[in-house]
T-cell receptor
């Protein structure tokens, strides 16, 4: 079975802090994704990566950056966290059209 | 742009009754369509997908979905609902790149 893990299930940070969310997959997938999920808005794509060191902006990249130094790991970085970044963050990976998701990180920015 | 719409925010059904969660799509070309389920405070779990072939797709946990090209729909169905099916359901379509575009989700409540 595909396993996608995320570094934290719950995270509380203060405004202005730099925040790292990490995602690891064990299936040697080329593609990895970061989404945020907000009630009534569904999932919105922040960034994705189709290879090591390669990244593409999604629909809402503002305020975020990403890093993919190794194939299995994809990090989402909030350079200076703001309260409007309080959300559920979901990581996914895929080698085919089907994406497999991690358990999510619920981030609260105070 | 490829997109899906889920017209119902919530669907209520009694246990043992059939359930349907609706999804319509708008794509150029042939669609790759997906259904995912999300239980409270969890990530999304893949249920099933349609890429090509038989219009009736069978998936996990007894769910199935019917692809209807003329109505541009991909409704999720189950013949007999369980209380444990209560969850948030997302329809998605593959966009022109690598990512999926998701609907806003439909909350399914199955009552005993």
């Amino acid at each position: 079975d595909v396993k996608v893990t995320q570094s934290s299930r719950y995270l509380v940070k203060r405004t202005g802090e730099k925040v790292f969310l990490e995602c690891v997959q064990d299936m040697d997938h080329e593609n990895m994704f970061w989404y945020r999920q907000d009630p009534g808005l569904g999932l919105r794509l922040i960034y994705f990566s189709y290879d090591v060191k390669m990244k593409e902006k999604g629909d809402i990249p503002e305020g975020y950056s990403v890093s993919r130094e190794k194939k299995e790991r994809f990090s989402l970085i909030l350079e200076s966290a703001s309260t409007n970044q309080t959300s559920m963050y979901l990581c996914a990976s895929s080698g085919t059209p089907t994406q497999y998701f991690g358990p999510g990180t619920r981030l609260t920015v105070l | 742009a490829q997109s899906v719409a889920q017209p119902e925010d919530q669907v209520n059904v009694a246990e043992g009754n059939p359930l349907t969660v609706k999804c319509t799509y708008s794509v150029s070309g042939n669609p790759y369509l997906f259904w995912y389920v999300q239980y409270p405070n969890r990530g999304l779990q893949f249920l099933l997908k349609y890429i090509t072939g038989d219009n009736l797709v069978k998936g996990s946990y007894g769910f199935e979905a019917e692809f209807n090209k003329s109505q541009t729909s991909f409704h999720l169905k189950k013949p007999s609902a369980l209380v444990s099916d209560s969850a948030l359901y997302f329809c998605a379509v593959k966009n022109s790149g690598y990512a999926l575009n998701f609907g806003k989700g439909t909350s399914l409540l199955v009552t005993p």
